[in-house]
């Protein structure tokens, strides 16, 4: 074996060529499947121990030459090539990868235009804001646990800046600027003091949602969410409310839709139950109105806010929120041609 192994090296040594199509015929004669280096191997492992031993590096050898060898053939021809292809301008264009939208914005996107259809506009608000937008304006009680240092990221105190916790911050602003009727919705980046794993991060997006008119009633919202949840996961999906509490809506719910246990892919998801919370939703309560200068008697009104990475995961099947801020290129990649 070792004068076989010997021959070969020289071979690999002396041979050279330009050809791509025939260095790839001496590829598959040393490496291949059926080539000398595989059938090498398969002869070493009936050798005796002693033999083993002596035979393991010059195999190695042999086969790590050949693939160098492939590679340095390989490398002179396409630089060359390169220089050929410039000058030859019949040849078909280079398709460089283009880029896609992230799958963030791929939903932020959908859910935008669901609500368009039915008359809502976008939107958009800082997101450093003060205590009163962020919090006294809707109902937070001074002790209230959001405004915790665990859950809000404060930027500065007395007086308070923090960035946003929600994009009810918006909603505000935007009744405070605008007189019914008011149908918007507030898409953005949203920040909590919170530790990160599979299923939350200290940074998330939210597409909260406001309609303000007269005579607004619970069974508008019921309906609008209805539509919401048929636009986006498709017209048999089943939805359920239930009661809930946030300091700025009453009554208040969260938003279930049936995903069904056959689609459980993992546990966590709805954790056996089939139901997955959507979102939380409710009659915006009067004193918020007041606050935002909007008469609670005349008028009323309902808000909605989906969450959007938990909607993406759902959606594009994955299990890792961490996934969707890493920017991994081969992943970003795989939503080229989604939505
Ligand atoms: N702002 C709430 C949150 O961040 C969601 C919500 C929006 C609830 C609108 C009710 C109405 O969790």
Request: aromatic residues 10%; charged residues 30%.
């Amino acid at each position: 074996m070792k004068s076989k192994i010997e021959e070969y090296l020289k071979e690999i040594e002396n041979y050279t060529s330009d050809k791509l199509s025939d260095i790839e015929q001496f590829r598959i004669k040393f490496l291949g499947k059926k080539g000398i280096v595989t059938a090498l191997f398969e002869d070493f492992r009936s050798l005796e121990k002693e033999q083993k031993k002596a035979m393991g590096k010059p195999l190695n050898e042999l086969k790590n030459r050949a693939s160098q060898k492939i590679e340095e053939l390989k490398a002179t021809i396409s630089g060359e090539r390169r220089v050929n292809f410039e000058k030859d301008l019949t040849l078909p264009a280079n398709f460089d990868f283009q880029g896609s939208r992230h799958p963030v914005s791929l939903v932020i996107n959908r859910i935008i235009s669901i609500f368009e259809k039915i008359g809502f506009d976008v939107s958009e608000g800082p997101e450093i804001e003060d205590d009163w937008h962020n919090f006294t304006s809707l109902n937070f009680p001074e002790e209230h646990p959001a405004r915790d240092m665990q859950d809000t990221f404060f930027v500065q105190k007395d007086p308070d800046w923090a960035l946003r916790t929600h994009t009810s911050s918006v909603q505000i602003r935007v009744m405070e600027n605008q007189e019914p009727p008011i149908r918007t919705i507030s898409p953005g980046r949203v920040f909590r003091n919170e530790a990160i794993s599979a299923r939350s991060h200290c940074i998330f997006h939210q597409v909260e949602g406001l309609y303000i008119d007269k005579g607004v009633s619970f069974a508008d919202l019921k309906e609008t969410l209805l539509y919401f949840a048929r636009e986006l996961f498709g017209k048999d999906i089943k939805i359920r409310l239930r009661p809930s509490y946030f300091p700025f809506t009453e009554p208040s719910a969260e938003m279930d839709v049936y995903w069904g246990l056959n689609n459980e892919r993992d546990y966590r998801m709805t954790k056996g139950t089939g139901w997955l919370e959507v979102l939380g939703c409710g009659m915006v309560d009067p004193q918020v109105l007041e606050n935002c200068g909007i008469d609670p008697n005349v008028y009323s009104g309902f808000a909605f806010g989906p969450g959007v990475e938990r909607t993406a995961l759902h959606r594009f099947q994955m299990s890792d929120i961490r996934l969707l801020f890493e920017n991994d290129k081969r992943m970003l990649k795989q939503f080229s041609s989604a939505l």
